[in-house]
């Protein structure tokens, strides 16, 4: 099992940016594949990028695509979220999680990851 606690999210106009940080802790963090999610009010979570085990590889919803970029520091233990142009579409609680299978791509289906931060809110105002 590993840990996971996100931070960086907050309030900011349509156009502007935030970078979420995922940090982990518990288990090695090269053994996991890492997604992020969102889950506005009302609706059901869904994928916004994911990332392999070296970030060499990475995958994202076409909602995001071009304006959001996932990475990872393994040296840190930590994955992050750089997103841009925003908007207030993508107001949400976005996750990070972890996913131990052994595979070369990270899983898009939330039901494949096994372990899942707190959640911090980010709020994109018009």
């Known amino acids: 099992q590993v840990q996971l606690v996100e931070s960086g999210g907050g309030l900011v106009q349509a156009g502007g940016s935030l970078r979420l940080s995922c940090a982990a802790s518990?288990?090695?963090?090269?053994?996991?594949?890492m997604g992020w999610f969102r889950q506005a009010s009302g609706k059901e979570r869904e994928f916004v990028a994911g990332?392999?085990?070296?970030?060499?590889?990475?995958i994202y919803t076409d909602a995001v695509k071009g304006r959001f970029t996932i990475s990872r520091d393994n040296s840190k233990n930590t994955v992050y979220l750089q997103m841009n142009s925003l908007k207030p579409q993508d107001t949400a609680v976005y996750y990070c999680?972890?996913?131990?299978?052994?595979?070369?791509?990270?899983?898009?289906?939330?039901?494949?990851?096994?372990?899942w931060g707190q959640g911090t809110q980010v709020t994109v105002s018009s």
């Open positions: 999680a972890a996913d131990s299978a052994p595979l070369f791509v990270a899983a898009t289906r939330s039901q494949e990851y096994d372990d």
């Open positions: 518990g288990r090695t963090f090269t053994r996991y594949l």
């Open positions: 990332i392999n085990k070296s970030g060499s590889g990475t």
